[in-house]
């Protein structure tokens, strides 16, 4: 019995792509990823996830990792279609990995109907939805983990050039980053999600 878990990272930025990561394992080791101290990857420190991460990618039969571009995140958000991304994303990756049942992290209000979503494109065993899945449920942990250190590395190649802070809009060096560059470029750069509120107000002052 193959069991999913997925989960996303880098929602809530104003910058970056938003990744969905999940993994596949076999339902009776899952009792070792909690053995091995996985839990939400918002509760470990940077360098406890490093180290989990490895362990985690040698333990589970099976990972895959998705990038939504800021492109495609736009255009949905203008349409009121976010979830719906997400929704077929977690659906892609669970496709790949073709488990027997997935849990997955609902970002929409409604898990069940975000579950539906997902199954309805996936076609690929049981979806359980819920919010919180990913403190819940071990296999969602693991996944939190994997997406999170996916987002971070993607992070760390635009800081490599860019002086950019964390890329949330809480943040007040990544916000006076955009700032700075659409006042100085009057456009945002092509990292930088333009259907953001923040980043909206700061082209319509340029």
């Given at each position: 019995?193959?069991?999913?878990?997925?989960?996303?990272?880098?929602?809530?930025?104003?910058?970056?792509?938003?990744?969905?990561?999940?993994?596949?394992?076999?339902?009776?080791?899952?009792?070792?990823?909690?053995?091995?101290?996985?839990r939400?990857?918002?509760?470990?420190?940077?360098?406890?996830?490093?180290?989990?991460?490895?362990?985690?990618?040698?333990?589970?039969?099976?990972?895959?990792?998705?990038?939504?571009?800021?492109?495609?995140?736009?255009?949905?958000?203008?349409?009121?279609?976010?979830?719906?991304?997400?929704?077929?994303?977690?659906?892609?990756v669970?496709?790949?990995?073709?488990?027997?049942?997935?849990?997955?992290?609902?970002?929409?209000?409604?898990?069940?109907?975000?579950?539906?979503?997902?199954?309805?494109?996936?076609?690929?065993?049981?979806?359980?939805?819920?919010?919180?899945?990913?403190?819940?449920?071990?296999?969602?942990?693991?996944?939190?983990?994997?997406?999170?250190?996916?987002?971070?590395?993607?992070?760390?190649?635009?800081?490599?050039?860019?002086?950019?802070?964390?890329?949330?809009p809480?943040?007040?060096?990544t916000?006076?980053?955009?700032?700075?560059?659409?006042f100085?470029?009057?456009?945002?750069?092509?990292?930088?999600?333009?259907?953001?509120?923040?980043?909206?107000?700061?082209?319509?002052?340029?």
């Open positions: 019995m193959i069991v999913c878990g997925v989960d996303d990272a880098g929602r809530g930025s104003v910058l970056g792509p938003l990744v969905i990561a999940g993994i596949s394992i076999e339902r009776s080791k899952i009792k070792y990823l909690s053995k091995i101290g996985v939400d990857s918002k509760q470990l420190s940077p360098a406890r996830r490093e180290n989990l991460y490895g362990k985690i990618i040698d333990l589970v039969d099976d990972y895959y990792v998705a990038r939504i571009s800021p492109r495609l995140i736009d255009q949905s958000v203008r349409k009121n279609q976010l979830n719906d991304l997400e929704a077929k994303y977690m659906a892609k669970i496709s790949k990995l073709k488990p027997d049942s997935s849990y997955v992290d609902s970002c929409d209000v409604n898990p069940i109907r975000f579950g539906k979503k997902i199954s309805k494109l996936a076609q690929s065993g049981r979806i359980y939805s819920r919010h919180h899945a990913d403190s819940k449920f071990a296999v969602v942990s693991a996944a939190s983990i994997v997406a999170k250190i996916n987002r971070d590395k993607e992070i760390e190649k635009l800081r490599k050039k860019y002086d950019l802070g964390s890329g949330y809480s943040d007040s060096k916000m006076k980053f955009v700032r700075n560059w659409i100085t470029h009057k456009k945002t750069p092509q990292f930088v999600r333009t259907s953001w509120k923040p980043v909206r107000i700061l082209l319509s002052q340029r």
